[in-house]
């Protein structure tokens, strides 16, 4: 098997149905698999998966256990050589899926690749990033984000200041559409199941990276995202009572703890600052 696509739904059954009909739009070469894992949903999407795509791999959770839990039941049955984490409201397109695998098959030291998140309107986003500093969270969730010096920083998380249309080396890709090759895994562990959702995208990338893996950004291939950055709040003091914020602050909290006074792994673009 070349490649197993998985597929982590909770409470989007709408979305899966259309993330699965944009994989057999985008005809992949490769002999795949699919999965989708259900997170406790109780939203019907594994009943209309087995009737509607039969041939999908259904994979049900007793309860809600997070994006990086939820995830690595499927990757501990993946049989592919590569893994291709989707989240539900990805759009692919004809031969995006086989972009990346080629991309991987002739890059043999990249562990990771993800491709160029675009908006409906066609737009790029942020979905490459360098790694954060401990005040990086601070910046996003409140007002402070807004002056002058924090927007500079921010600015430089988002790699706002990179032409979006380059294939670079990365420190870090958003998780929601992530093609890993399953030796990485095998080598720097699945997904840290400590994150409950936010940052284990970071902090599998920053493994990657340690571990002599290199982390691509691929500007060729060009999924829809609709993405809803269900962190964000309004940016004010209302953001601290949004639970997904909270939620993206436990998480970051976590992360520093892991890795405070840790040296970010020297091979990556931002290797020789401190974290």
Not at 8 to 37: D, F, K, S, W
Not at 77 to 105: H, K, S
Not at 215 to 232: D, E, G, K, N
Request: with cysteine; hydrophobic share 40%; aromatic share 14%.
């Amino acid at each position: 098997m070349d490649l197993s696509i998985i597929i982590l739904n909770y409470r989007q059954q709408r979305l899966v149905r259309q993330c699965l009909r944009g994989i057999l739009m985008a005809e992949p070469r490769c002999r795949y698999e699919v999965i989708v894992v259900d997170n406790d949903s109780g939203d019907g999407c594994l009943e209309m998966v087995a009737k509607q795509f039969p041939w999908v791999m259904c994979i049900a959770n007793s309860r809600n256990c997070g994006f990086g839990a939820g995830n690595n039941r499927a990757i501990a049955q993946a049989r592919g050589d590569y893994v291709f984490i989707v989240n539900p409201d990805i759009t692919l397109f004809l031969g995006q899926i086989d972009e990346l695998v080629d991309f991987l098959r002739s890059h043999p030291r990249v562990g990771a690749a993800g491709p160029r998140l675009v908006n409906p309107d066609g737009s790029a986003q942020d979905s490459c990033r360098r790694f954060p500093r401990f005040i990086t969270p601070l910046y996003r969730r409140t007002w402070v984000g807004r002056l002058p010096f924090a927007r500079r920083q921010l600015e430089n998380f988002l790699m706002r200041d990179f032409n979006h249309r380059e294939t670079i080396p990365v420190d870090w890709l958003m998780g929601a559409c992530l093609m890993v090759r399953r030796q990485t895994f095998e080598e720097v562990g699945f997904f840290d199941e400590h994150f409950f959702l936010y940052y284990e995208d970071l902090d599998f990338c920053r493994r990657c990276w340690a571990a002599g893996w290199e982390v691509w950004y691929v500007a060729t291939a060009t999924p829809v995202h609709y993405h809803q950055r269900l962190s964000a709040g309004s940016g004010g003091v209302s953001a601290f009572f949004h639970r997904a914020a909270w939620s993206h602050i436990r998480s970051a909290l976590q992360y520093y703890r892991k890795y405070r006074r840790q040296r970010l792994p020297g091979g990556s673009p931002s290797g020789k600052m401190l974290s």
